[in-house]
């Protein structure tokens, strides 16, 4: 079956670095979009990134732009979200979620997600 | 940015009734619409896609309606495991989630 496993969620302080890591399984990886999707303690959900399935594309919100970078190993069929000058408030669980085959598709899978905390 | 507004924040049925979600987009998504329910603790599962397309294993008492900036998600008979926040998603421009409806037992 579908499966995507988050690791790497930790407390960093404020300025600080983390990468992520999504392992899936159970479908073929380098057929598929991938995005991470966070959600702040108590609140709503904001897509952050994708990465198309060949890797080619990378496309990132507003609010990460310039400080996160998506990358994905269709080899190892991992994707990655390196996460610099963290703020306080990208504080939240990183959800992995599979897109469709195409750009701008829903989400069918998500992993567990994995938790980050800034603070000092 | 397209803004995704549900209402109401909170709804309180009484199990075995009737359930009805909304969604409005600031402009329009086509049928680029995705309703996902997510209990505490765990991920969002995905239920409808395409505005009404009930996703593999939603039960056929949920179902998804509307086009352009309106949208609804109807739940015909709530079970107890019904009872969770539920949140639209539009994907024609980019991704956005509206903040949330949380489904509480009346």
């Known amino acids: 079956q579908v499966q995507l496993v988050e690791s790497g969620g930790d407390l960093v302080k404020p300025g600080g670095s983390l990468r992520l890591s999504c392992v899936v399984s159970g479908f073929t990886f380098s057929d598929y979009y991938l995005s991470w999707v966070r959600q702040a303690p108590g609140k709503g959900l904001e897509w952050v990134s994708y990465a198309s399935s060949s890797g080619g594309s990378l496309q990132y919100a507003d609010s990460v732009k310039g400080r996160f970078t998506i990358s994905r190993d269709n080899a190892k069929r991992s994707v990655y979200l390196q996460m610099n000058s963290l703020r306080v408030e990208d504080t939240a669980i990183y959800y992995c979620?599979?897109?469709?085959?195409?750009?701008?598709?829903?989400?069918?899978?998500w992993g567990q997600g994995a938790l980050v905390t800034v603070s000092s | 940015e397209i803004v995704m507004t549900q209402s109401p924040a909170t709804l309180s049925v009484s199990p075995g009734e009737r359930a009805t979600l909304s969604c409005r987009a600031s402009q329009s998504v086509n049928s680029n619409l995705a309703w996902y329910q997510q209990k505490p603790g765990q991920s969002p599962k995905l239920l409808i896609h395409?505005?009404?397309t009930r996703a593999t294993g939603t039960p056929t008492r949920f179902s998804g309606s509307g086009s352009g900036t309106e949208f609804t998600l109807t739940i015909s008979s709530l079970q107890s495991e019904d009872f969770a926040v539920y949140y639209c998603q539009q994907y024609n421009y980019w991704y956005t989630f509206g903040q949330g409806t949380k489904l509480e037992i009346k």
């Open positions: 979620a599979r897109g469709g085959t195409n750009r701008l598709e829903y989400f069918d899978f």
């Open positions: 395409s505005a009404s």
